[in-house]
Structures are given as structure tokens and as C-alpha cells.
């Protein structure tokens, strides 16, 4: 799980974050990014596949990333954003935003792994883009964790507000009791409003 980023210190990089987002498909709610840099390696936190992970064990493992990195940054594009420059954009800009956190607590890398098939146009440093990272790299699996546990919480924050949606447990999937609340109530305002939910488009029907 470390392969990639031995290879990046091989070459004389020291401070190589991983970088991974989540919330790129959900109907609602932000999408958020996670840098996470770790004080030294070979680590092991028993992380294979971060998407593999129950919420439980994610709750439980990012205690221990915070306690173990250099530092952890998170980013965040909100979905009236999303609905202005698309969800592919704003994935790299919340991406890009983590990676200023870490810069704004003096911790700027001089590498980035990133999760997925594009590195970040607006990161002025060095990038490898690493397709399944999350399952591949232990830097892009702990930011998947931070990322996931962070979105998670927001949710869990609009479920309190919006109950009709049951966000706390789809975290704004489309899930069928999701898009039948949808049907129903029309959408809240933490939906995305770019964003049809299916053949019959219950989002649109729901206006």
C-alpha cells in the first residue's frame, strides 16, 4: 500500500500527499476532499480498499490518520458550486483546497498522489494520478477515509434539517426512498439542482 509513495521518496521527494475526494455522485449535499501527509513510512492502519471500509471502522481509523500524518487538510465545494461548474471541476477544486490546508498549517508538498484518472490543473507541483489509489496507496486511502468521514458528518448535519430526505443514511444517494422523498417534497436546497435522478427524473418531476 505504500508503493507509490516509496517510489516518489526514490526520486527525492519528501512530503508527498495523497489526495482523494467523496461525494462526486450523490443527488445532494457538497463534495469534499481530503490531502493527507504521513510522517514516515512503511505504516500500517490495515487499510487494503478504503471503499471496502464500513463506516464504523472509518469513524474509528481517522482519529488515528490525524494522530499518525504531518498533516490533513480538507476541502470543500458546496452543491450551488458544483451546479455552476459541474461536478468534474468541482472534485478538483475541493481537491485543490485540500491541498491549501495543508499549505495554510506550513506543511506544503513537494508531491501529490491523486486518486482517479486526472491530477489537479490549478497544483503547482509535481502529481501522479493513481486510478483505484484508495486501493493502492496507503496516503490516498487515508484521505478517502477523511474525505468519506467528513462528508458523512454534513450529512448527518442536513438530515437534522431535512428529515424528510433520511440523509443520515443515504449521505444523498439516489437511492429509491431517497427519490420517491424527492417526487414528494421537490427538492430541499442542499440538492443539486443539475443532477436528474433516474429515467423518470423524479428530481425535475418534483418541482
Given at each position: ?190 440538492h443539486r439542482k443539475t ?13
Amino acid at each position: 500500500m505504500d508503493l507509490f509513495e516509496k517510489q516518489a521518496r526514490a526520486t527525492g521527494y519528501k512530503l508527498i500527499a495523497g489526495v482523494d475526494e467523496a461525494g462526486r455522485g450523490p443527488l445532494a449535499g457538497p463534495v469534499v476532499a481530503a490531502a493527507v501527509i504521513f510522517r514516515e513510512l512503511p505504516l500500517n492502519l490495515g487499510i487494503k480498499d478504503s471503499k471496502a471500509l464500513s463506516p464504523k471502522k472509518r469513524i474509528e481509523l481517522a482519529p488515528e490518520i490525524f494522530a499518525r500524518a504531518l498533516a490533513v487538510g480538507v476541502g470543500i465545494v458546496w452543491q450551488d458550486e458544483i451546479d455552476e461548474v459541474n461536478i468534474h471541476h468541482a472534485s478538483l477544486k475541493a481537491m485543490a483546497k485540500a491541498i491549501g490546508g495543508l499549505i495554510e498549517k506550513g506543511v506544503a508538498p513537494d508531491f501529490a498522489l491523486v486518486d482517479g484518472r486526472f491530477v489537479i490543473p490549478s497544483l503547482d507541483i509535481p502529481q501522479k494520478a493513481v486510478v483505484a489509489g484508495d486501493s493502492l496507496s496507503v496516503s490516498i486511502a487515508a484521505a478517502s477515509i477523511i474525505a468519506k468521514t467528513t462528508r458523512d458528518h454534513i450529512m448527518k448535519v442536513y438530515d437534522a434539517i431535512y428529515p424528510e430526505y433520511n440523509f443520515a443514511r443515504n449521505k444523498g444517494y439516489g437511492t429509491e426512498v431517497h427519490m420517491a422523498a424527492i417526487f414528494r417534497y421537490g427538492r430541499s436546497p442542499v440538492h443539486r439542482k443539475t443532477f436528474a435522478c433516474g429515467r423518470r427524473d423524479e428530481c425535475r418531476a418534483g418541482l
